[in-house]
């Protein structure tokens, strides 16, 4: 007999409801729970694939280690055991900051994990922290913790209610909304449309979601910097802003004026690209319409000038009322909000061994971890624990990571597969994911578009034996801390009483702290969720500064201003510059190994046809593709759908070498960050630039 399970589908912020037809044993059918509070029955090609996760023969169930004669499987005590000790060993012989952590974005859908995973990496005392976020979205928590004052207090588009949308460096429509949860955005997109609205796309790709807009301006790569100051110098010139109820609670607005001085529309337009009158006209449309809200995402934080970019797109929705109102830049008033659990933020308490880059709310960037392990010396890092990441196709100079992560003593990957990161570690822990997991989305609600709150059940038990991420995470720090002969009687007993509260118990206190009178219990009545309403004002209350100003001229930024107008002035094209793409049937890197996703679904690099031409290409041509620290040879496709001079290629391929990903190596694709730098980062918050890096090209004869 068949029954239906409900629960949240946890591969992408979306957060969409999905009506799972199964036997107990086996997925029968993956459908959008059309009674679903949040999301109303949208789904996505993605969701399927949980049923094929579940099934994949190639997800391991056991630890395994690696030996000559290749992996064997162990026991999860001596697995432990062994990891335990091997982080104890390279502490005591080389000191804490010997160990280094990478923490990659799964993390971030897994409740269990992100109440469990800090617990474990505080007790290494290491300054090398790690995680998907410097290749994503740094900038915006730099920003939402010197602006407001938290790193967690990061406004929100509120789609729902605005009447103008600008759409700068995001691709919506497939990426389904990121620091966005909007389920079924397309539908929403298309009511703003509906109800007279206006959406603008700024991107040097037309992309899906351009398709949707009511305009579209190619922008080049990196140069939104410039666009931005640019509206901020019309919106002063032309008496456009409006502070309304902010008047009071701004910091730094006075030296704004002096500071845009230089980037009239004019002057930027050769640029960025985009004509002086096109955007004198976008800049009064959007500060001239009551609801409006400029939004900026990938394309816009993961480059040069991804810090700054971020700080505008602040600055633009506060300076002309669209800050803090219903249809504008909103903040989410969560059923569980940790902000007032974790540090508010810090920068630069320390800085990177190597390069001297800052630390951000305690992790250094990701661009750094190579030659932190590279690099002989004190505080070179030799073991490294990876979680729920795959960073040798997720940041830049992956063939150098690679090398680095080859050379280490020791490496263990929390992880669910042998695949291009893992493949290099000495023991991976296999844990129980998708479906076999009980799920509170606490970041994604923390950033949706309406206030909701749900909790999934797990719909399959895990196998006898497995673990959950938590329980691994768990059992490391107690067998480390034993290792290192640090587990006095006290300790002991304090994480004994810690542990008796499972994820659950925990989220059960976090929600009955909320405002909004919810318990564990509750939540399971109702498994298609509770709406907990639109998105409220609520500053200057929730302003984390106490002054309970906003800062909107934050030193940081004034100094990096040097930095933009340096660029202005010496500015000269290159010959081509490389920017990433998603795909609807990918999830970052790790899908590709279900067929039906991997399908219809290929690897290839987008070029104008007029480049294409002057390149001599020929219809059976690859192109050799060349960075300062790599090269790769792609198939390619020709499209007026992208800016000349700019190429596109998807991350998240590569899929190569002693891998067990027997679906994805049917069809390996290249890896983007083979091409991207780690040397080009965005220099004020030391995020990765993936987006805007120079390359070359040539036909390459197949
Ligand atoms: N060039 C370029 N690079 C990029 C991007 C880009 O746009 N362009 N995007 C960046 C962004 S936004 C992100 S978030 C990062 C992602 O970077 P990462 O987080 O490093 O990479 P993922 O591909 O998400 O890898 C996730 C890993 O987790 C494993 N996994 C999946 N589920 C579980 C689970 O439940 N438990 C455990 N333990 N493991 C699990 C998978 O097998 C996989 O190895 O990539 C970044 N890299
Ligand atoms: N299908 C699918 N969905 C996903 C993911 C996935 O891998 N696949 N990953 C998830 C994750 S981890 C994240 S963080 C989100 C990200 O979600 P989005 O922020 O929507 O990210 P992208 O789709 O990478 O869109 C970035 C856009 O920026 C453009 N761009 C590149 N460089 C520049 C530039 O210099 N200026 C401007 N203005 N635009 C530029 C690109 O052409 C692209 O259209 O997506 C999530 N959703
Ligand atoms: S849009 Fe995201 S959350 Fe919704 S079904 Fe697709 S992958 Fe899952
Ligand atoms: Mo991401």
């Known amino acids: 007999m068949s029954q239906t399970h409900f629960r949240t589908c946890n591969l992408c912020e979306a957060m969409c409801g999905l009506a799972i037809e199964h036997d107990g044993k086996e997925v029968i059918s993956i459908k959008g729970d059309v009674d679903d509070e949040f999301s109303q029955g949208h789904i996505c090609p993605k969701a399927l694939a949980l049923k094929d996760i579940y099934e994949d023969p190639n997800r391991l169930k056991k630890p395994v280690k690696k030996t000559a004669d290749g992996w064997v499987e162990i026991s999860w005590k001596e697995a432990i055991e062994e990891v335990a000790q091997a982080l104890a060993n390279t502490r005591k012989q080389h000191g804490a900051d010997a160990v280094g952590v990478y923490s990659g974005n799964p993390n971030v859908h897994n409740s269990g994990a992100i109440l469990s995973a800090p617990e474990f990496i505080k007790e290494l005392r290491t300054k090398n922290r790690f995680s998907a976020t410097s290749v994503d979205q740094l900038p915006h928590q730099y920003m939402a913790y010197l602006m407001y004052g938290h790193q967690l207090q990061i406004p929100i588009p509120d789609i729902d209610r605005t009447d103008f949308l600008v759409i700068l ?10 620091l966005l949860s909007a389920p079924n955005i397309k539908k929403r997109l298309k009511n703003i449309q509906d109800r007279g609205g206006k959406i603008v796309n700024i991107d040097p790709r037309f992309t899906e979601t351009s398709a949707k807009s009511d305009q579209h301006l190619f922008i080049r790569p990196g140069s939104d910097v410039f666009m931005l100051l640019s509206m901020l110098h019309i919106l002063i010139e032309e008496n456009l802003v409006n502070l309304a109820r902010f008047e009071n609670h701004l910091n730094g607005y006075e030296d704004l004026h002096q500071l845009v001085k230089d980037y009239s529309p004019e002057n930027t337009a050769e640029i960025t690209g985009i ?96 030659e932190e392990i590279l690099t002989p010396g004190k505080g070179q890092i030799k073991a490294m624990i990876i979680s729920s990441g795959n960073p040798v196709l997720s940041t830049p100079n992956g063939a150098q990571l690679e090398k680095a992560f080859e050379s280490l003593d020791f490496m263990v990957s929390i992880d669910i597969y042998i695949n291009e990161t893992s493949k290099l570690a000495d023991i991976i822990l296999p844990t129980a994911t998708g479906l076999e997991t009980d799920l509170y989305d606490i970041i994604f609600h923390t950033l949706a578009v309406r206030n909701t709150s749900k909790y999934s059940t797990a719909l399959f038990d895990k196998a006898e034996g497995a673990k959950y991420d938590w329980e691994v995470f768990r059992a490391l720090k107690m067998t480390y801390l034993k290792s290192m002969n640090k587990m006095s009687l006290s300790k002991r007993l304090k ?208």
Not at 169 to 178: D, Q, T
Not at 308 to 313: A, F, G, T, Y
Not at 356 to 367: A, D, Q, R, T, Y
């Open 169 to 178: 460096g995001a691709n919506p429509i497939i990426s389904n909304g990121s």
């Open 275 to 370: 004509e002086s009158d096109v955007l004198t006209d976008l800049t009064r449309q959007f500060a001239n319409t009551a609801k409006a809200v400029l939004y900026g995402r990938m394309g816009v934080c993961t480059q040069e000038f991804g810090g700054m970019c971020m700080w505008l797109v602040n600055v633009l929705n506060i300076l002309t009322g669209h800050f803090d109102e219903p249809g504008g830049y909103m903040f989410t008033s969560p059923a569980i909000d940790l902000k007032p659990q974790i540090s508010k933020g810090h920068i630069g308490k320390w800085k990177s061994r190597v390069r001297g880059l800052p630390e951000v709310g305690g992790e250094l960037p990701s661009s750094v971890m190579a």
């Open 495 to 702: 994480i004994g009483i810690a542990h008796l509260f499972s994820p659950e118990k925990m989220l059960n206190i976090l929600l009955r702290r909320g405002p909004y009178d919810l318990s564990i219990k509750k939540l399971k009545q109702q498994p298609h969720g509770i709406d907990l309403g639109a998105l409220k004002s609520q500053m200057p209350d929730s302003l984390y500064h106490k002054d309970k100003k906003i800062n909107l001229l934050p030193n940081e930024v004034k100094e990096d201003l040097k930095r933009v107008k340096q660029k202005l002035d010496t500015f000269k094209p290159d010959d081509f510059l490389l920017i990433g793409r998603r795909q609807l049937r990918t999830c970052n890197s790790w899908l590709h190994n279900s067929q039906r996703l991997l399908k219809n679904n290929s690897c290839q690099l987008f070029l104008h046809p007029k480049d294409a031409e002057k390149l001599g290409l020929q219809e059976k041509n690859s192109i050799m593709v060349s960075s300062r620290v790599g090269q790769v040879v792609v198939p390619f496709e020709t499209t007026e759908e992208i800016m000349q001079g700019v190429v596109s290629l998807p991350h998240g391929w590569g899929h190569k070498g002693k891998i067990k990903l027997d679906v994805a190596s049917t069809s390996p694709g290249t890896n983007i960050n083979e091409l991207t730098d780690e040397n080009f980062v965005d220099l004020l918050t030391g995020n990765a630039a993936v987006n805007g890096v120079a390359v070359k090209l040539e036909a390459h004869k197949n």
